[in-house]
């Protein structure tokens, strides 16, 4: 889980402009193009995190491919807005493509990992962390271009997004402290188990 030190230490590098260029020296301007790079490195710590849990090759190439257009797309974003201001539009789409990584690892855990529950592992919690995050947000992100400007709008935005980004905190940081359990789907395939409830056996200790 190295990759999700990575990225709690871009969040944290990359919240320091922020904070200067909104509350000591306010420009909107480079504000917003330290959020946007922020997005893209988000984007791409998670794409990595999805090709290194899921097992379909297919899939794998799928979300490493994915990095390169969602990057066109935020350039492409950021060069047609108008000065100054903030789209959302690559904040949808990265919520729509990262609950699609979440529903196939989930579709992958039911059907091949039935030896350690998936709670047990942490990438069930990471996981669980960005369903969260993404499908709480995902209508706040999608209508904020065109009520960006209303106050009681910006009230509602903040409480929202404040929430749902504990939240997603929060369960990251306990999937990154589970220590997860040695499978014994794994003895099995190396015949260290005699039965999936047994615990393992040393045959050669033994006269049978």
Not at 16 to 24: A, C, D, K, L
Not at 27 to 36: E, V
Not at 79 to 86: A, M, R, Y
């Given at each position: 889980?190295?990759?999700?030190?990575?990225?709690?230490?871009?969040?944290?590098?990359?919240?320091?402009?922020?904070?200067?260029f909104r509350y000591?020296?306010?420009?909107?301007?480079?504000?917003?193009i330290f959020?946007?790079?922020?997005?893209?490195?988000?984007?791409?710590?998670?794409?990595?995190?999805?090709?290194?849990?899921?097992?379909?090759?297919?899939?794998?190439?799928?979300?490493?491919?994915?990095?390169?257009?969602?990057?066109?797309?935020?350039?492409?974003?950021?060069?047609?807005?108008?000065?100054?201001?903030?789209?959302?539009?690559?904040?949808?789409?990265?919520?729509?493509?990262?609950?699609?990584?979440?529903?196939?690892?989930?579709?992958?855990?039911?059907?091949?990992?039935?030896?350690?529950?998936?709670?047990?592992?942490?990438?069930?919690?990471?996981?669980?962390?960005?369903?969260?995050?993404?499908?709480?947000?995902?209508?706040?992100?999608?209508?904020?271009?065109?009520?960006?400007?209303?106050?009681?709008?910006?009230?509602?935005?903040?409480?929202?997004?404040?929430?749902?980004?504990?939240?997603?905190?929060?369960?990251?940081?306990?999937?990154?402290?589970?220590?997860?359990?040695?499978?014994?789907?794994?003895?099995?395939?190396?015949?260290?188990?005699?039965?999936?409830?047994?615990?393992?056996?040393?045959?050669?200790?033994?006269?049978?």
């Amino acid at each position: 889980m190295r990759i999700f030190i990575f990225y709690c230490s871009a969040l944290f590098l990359l919240f320091i402009p922020v904070f200067y260029f909104r509350y000591i020296a306010p420009s909107d301007y480079y504000r917003f193009i330290f959020l946007r790079i922020f997005l893209l490195v988000e984007f791409t710590v998670l794409s990595l995190f999805f090709y290194y849990v899921l097992k379909s090759l297919l899939a794998k190439k799928i979300v490493l491919f994915a990095i390169i257009p969602f990057v066109l797309l935020s350039i492409l974003d950021f060069t047609t807005s108008i000065k100054g201001t903030f789209s959302f539009v690559p904040l949808v789409v990265e919520c729509l493509v990262i609950l699609t990584y979440i529903l196939y690892f989930f579709y992958e855990k039911m059907r091949s990992d039935i030896f350690t529950p998936a709670y047990q592992t942490r990438a069930f919690w990471i996981a669980v962390a960005f369903t969260l995050f993404c499908s709480g947000n995902f209508f706040l992100f999608l209508y904020s271009n065109n009520s960006v400007k209303d106050d009681l709008y910006k009230l509602q935005y903040t409480i929202i997004y404040s929430t749902f980004t504990i939240l997603k905190n929060l369960f990251i940081c306990i999937g990154l402290s589970i220590k997860e359990p040695t499978t014994v789907g794994s003895n099995i395939q190396h015949g260290k188990v005699d039965d999936i409830w047994e615990i393992p056996i040393d045959y050669k200790k033994t006269n049978l």
